[in-house]
């Protein structure tokens, strides 16, 4: 059984940076895919970046360029450093994860449904 914590969430203004962490418990955290999502108030909860346990990573189209996912398997912790932060970042953040194989295309990173753990999420606010 994993568990996922994530941290590093607070508030900034328009243009700040923040680092989100993922940190794993139990399980061979290294074979598993890992994934960002997010949800602001009244929305769906969002695929924001993932990355393989090749290290291959994905994003999606409004954070290229700003967020990049990182992991780093000795400690046990996937990394999500957001630069250039907008108001439309507002969310709460959570990190999960699965196991490598169904993990192939950007498809499957996006996919919710395929990811076995989550963590309990950290807020994002983000003022102009």
């Known amino acids: 059984q994993v568990q996922l914590v994530e941290s590093g969430g607070g508030s900034m203004q328009a243009g700040g940076s923040l680092r989100l962490s993922c940190a794993a418990s139990g399980g061979t955290f290294s074979s598993y895919a890992v994934g960002w999502f997010r949800q602001a108030p009244g929305k769906e909860r969002r695929f924001v970046a993932g990355?393989?346990?090749?290290?291959?990573?994905y994003y999606t189209d409004s954070v290229k360029g700003r967020f990049t996912i990182s992991r780093d398997n000795a400690k046990n912790t996937v990394y999500l450093q957001m630069n250039t932060l907008k108001p439309e970042d507002t969310a709460v953040y959570y990190c999960?994860?699965?196991?490598?194989?169904?993990?192939?295309?950007?498809?499957?990173?996006?996919?919710?449904?395929?990811?076995?753990?989550w963590g309990q999420g950290t807020q994002v606010t983000v003022s102009s």
């Open positions: 990355i393989s346990w090749t290290t291959r990573t």
């Open positions: 999960a994860s699965g196991r490598g194989r169904p993990f192939n295309y950007y498809s499957d990173f996006e996919t919710s449904s395929l990811y076995e753990y």
